[in-house]
């Protein structure tokens, strides 16, 4: 089993459209938690932190479940600039950082 | 400007010949790491470095070797390269505290023939 394991998608969803991405990690000692996002064929750049009482940024909103061992991404009135790759990551207790296979995500028309 | 800078981006090399992808970072981190990045395989981590001198192995280190005799310089060896890694390659780096995130380099596409 994967460290963090992700739903690999594709999602493809409307102009307009919420869409929530999930993900799941098996380390109960991991301390830090990301998304990053990843368009095709380029290095992938951070999105937002995610911290336990969740947090939002403009249409983003991650939230962290430590009992659960999952963290959830929201995208709310998705753009079309939106279409992307997005990686979830975990930083470990002794500061090393895992990550999702990633979530592909396309907004369309 | 605060980065990650990865050379060459794009290498073509035939099998068994020895090469180095270097990365450099000048945000004064203390950890770096390697990835490879393969279709539906997602990123995997290669080596990584707490720190100066220290390094250790990822989920695919075998036919790699790292070393990090400075903090800022963490260049990835390849000493016999195969046609199996062939593979887009990113460096990144973070501070060690709770709460930071990578920084990517722009990648290196690398074919091996």
């Known amino acids: 089993r994967k460290e963090v394991e992700q739903d690999p998608g594709p999602f493809n969803v409307p102009e307009g459209a919420t869409v929530a991405f999930n993900c799941t990690y098996s380390n109960s000692a991991s301390q830090s938690f990301f998304w990053y996002r990843q368009d095709c064929r380029k290095e992938p750049k951070l999105l937002m932190s995610v911290y336990s009482s969740g947090n939002e940024d403009g249409r983003f909103t991650a939230q962290l479940n430590r009992a659960s061992q999952y963290i959830s991404l929201l995208i709310r009135d998705s753009k079309l600039s939106d279409s992307a790759t997005y990686l979830c990551v975990v930083k470990r207790d002794n500061n090393d950082m895992r990550f999702g296979a990633g979530t592909r995500l396309t907004v369309k028309p | 400007e605060a980065q990650v800078t990865q050379n060459p981006r794009y290498l073509i090399t035939v099998t068994g010949k020895k090469l180095t992808v270097t990365c450099s970072q000048n945000?004064?981190?203390?950890?770096m790491s390697w990835y490879r990045q393969d279709p539906g395989l997602g990123l995997r981590q290669i080596y990584y470095s707490m720190n100066v001198e220290v390094t250790d192995k990822g989920d695919v280190p075998e036919g790699y070797k790292v070393s990090r005799k400075e903090k800022r310089n963490f260049p990835l060896i390849l000493e016999s390269p195969s046609p199996n890694q062939t593979s887009l390659y990113f460096c990144a780096s973070s501070l060690s505290g709770l709460g930071s995130p990578l920084h990517f380099g722009n990648g290196t596409r690398l074919t091996v023939t």
């Open positions: 945000m004064n981190h203390e950890y």
